[in-house]
């Protein structure tokens, strides 16, 4: 299996790459916001329960992202690989990743950060704030989520650089060059894995 993770800010393109990536390479494209997105659709207790965080821009608490995310990834272990879109987002998310891969005699292979530049996140977000029927992409919750990327998601990208699986590509290009530079990254680790 070759699993890797995708960060990046709200508006840096993450899983419109997330998506090329796993069709690409053949992987599950497992998202945490679209699985949650799913459950709030259906109605169902955890969409529910979900919803009156996303709402507000908030994290999920672990203890009900984690559950949905290791259901569904538990369904994929003997899958070419995972692509983890959107998880783990805290540091202790991140560590229960590990133990749950260690567990099964898995791992994480790669982790990219996608960087965007701040004025032109907040471009991006602008125009996708009135071109979007999700309700945490007004322009108040949009700011609320970049700040909670800042203050715990961006931490959680050292914890992968000490392990050395850590590579940040530039998003500040258009789609297909952006995907192109991540093609480039999953293919050296792909060969030397
Ligand atoms: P996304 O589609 O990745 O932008 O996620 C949308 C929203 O779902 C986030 O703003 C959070 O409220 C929630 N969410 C998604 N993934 C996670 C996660 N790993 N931990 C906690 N909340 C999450």
Redesign the pocket.
């Known amino acids: 299996m070759f699993n890797l993770i995708i960060f990046g800010p709200?508006g840096s393109g993450k899983?419109t790459q997330s998506a090329n990536i796993a069709k690409k390479f053949g992987l599950i494209h497992l998202?945490?916001?679209?699985l949650?997105r799913y459950e709030i659709e259906n109605g169902t207790p955890v969409g529910n329960e979900a919803n009156s965080?996303?709402s507000k821009?908030?994290?999920?608490p672990d203890e009900i992202?984690l559950r949905l995310l290791f259901k569904h990834a538990s369904k994929h272990v003997n899958a070419p690989g995972i692509i983890f879109d959107?998880?783990?987002?805290t540091l202790n998310?991140a560590k229960l990743l590990d133990r749950m891969m260690d567990k099964k005699g898995l791992k994480i292979h790669l982790v990219i950060g996608i960087k965007v530049e701040s004025d032109e996140l907040v471009k991006r977000i602008k125009h996708r704030s009135r071109n979007s029927d999700r309700n945490?992409d007004t322009e108040s919750v949009i700011y609320k989520?970049m700040e909670i990327y800042r203050q715990q998601t961006h931490p959680v990208m050292d914890y992968y650089r000490k392990q050395g699986k850590f590579e940040t590509v530039s998003g500040m290009a258009p789609v297909e060059t952006v995907f192109q530079r991540i093609c480039k990254v999953i293919k050296k680790y792909k060969h030397n894995k």
């Open positions: 709200p899983g998202s945490t916001g679209e949650f965080y996303i821009g908030q994290l999920v992202t959107g998880f783990p987002r998310q945490d989520r």
